[in-house]
């Protein structure tokens, strides 16, 4: 636990050192969010629950793809040299999940906070969209960092993240657009339990698959 704070830490630290990069995750999203206002709601002046839910989720997931994907590209090799031999690779990628979640939480949040005010609210259960939020920035960072952690091994980054994060990302987010559709409806939490348990399996299964499968990879 010493190990993983510490390495949550250090990314803070180096991020908060790069402040550009986080200025630019949150000018991405903000600058989507008004894309999104200049083409669907100031031409039309409204806009189907469904067209808003998806799209918010459009942008989530991007600026997750965005800001998940330098998670070992932004560090070199002789840097990595170095936590190869201070740290326990286990620790490193839960780390890097950790702090992932906690970046992809503040900027769902604020995205959610900017598309209101541009979009509208149609949300009828704003305890069960936060959770949604919550359960999807869990998701994404557990998918991303790891997929991220495979992709730093190849020449092809992106390619490498697109191809194999399509089959993991697709029912998450299928899942959490119908969670979130049940909040737009206005919903009761108990009658969302079983997408809940969905997404919590599918975290769960990513983030044991990172911790049982990334030491091998840290080796190579």
Not at 42 to 64: D, G
Not at 144 to 157: P, Q, V
Not at 191 to 199: F, G, H, K, L, W
Request: hydrophobic share 55%; with cysteine; glycine share 4%.
């Amino acid at each position: 636990m010493e190990e993983i704070k510490n390495l949550i830490q250090k990314d803070i630290i180096l991020e908060w050192r790069q402040k550009y990069a986080f200025n630019g995750m949150v000018l991405y999203v903000i600058s989507t969010v008004f894309l999104c206002y200049m083409s669907f709601k100031l031409k039309t002046n409204q806009i189907e629950p469904i067209t808003w839910n998806t799209l918010f989720w459009i942008i989530i997931l991007f600026s997750a793809v965005n800001s998940v994907t330098k998670s070992f590209t932004q560090e070199n090799a002789g840097r990595h040299l170095y936590y190869y031999q201070i740290a326990k690779p286990e620790s490193i990628i839960i780390a890097k999940i950790v702090y992932n979640f906690i970046l992809l939480l503040f900027l769902g949040l604020l995205g959610m906070v900017i598309y209101f005010v541009f979009m509208g609210n149609p949300v009828e259960n704003m305890v069960l969209y936060t959770i949604s939020i919550v359960l999807g920035a869990l998701g994404f960072s557990a998918i991303f960092t790891l997929i991220a952690g495979i992709a730093a091994k190849s020449d092809n980054t992106s390619g490498i993240m697109a191809v194999l994060s399509f089959p993991i990302v697709l029912p998450m987010l299928s899942m959490l657009i119908k969670l979130s559709k049940n909040a737009l409806d206005g919903l009761a939490l108990s009658a969302s339990y079983d997408e809940i348990m969905v997404i919590l399996g599918i975290d769960f299964i990513v983030i044991s698959l990172s911790y049982l499968l990334f030491p091998y990879l840290w080796k190579s």
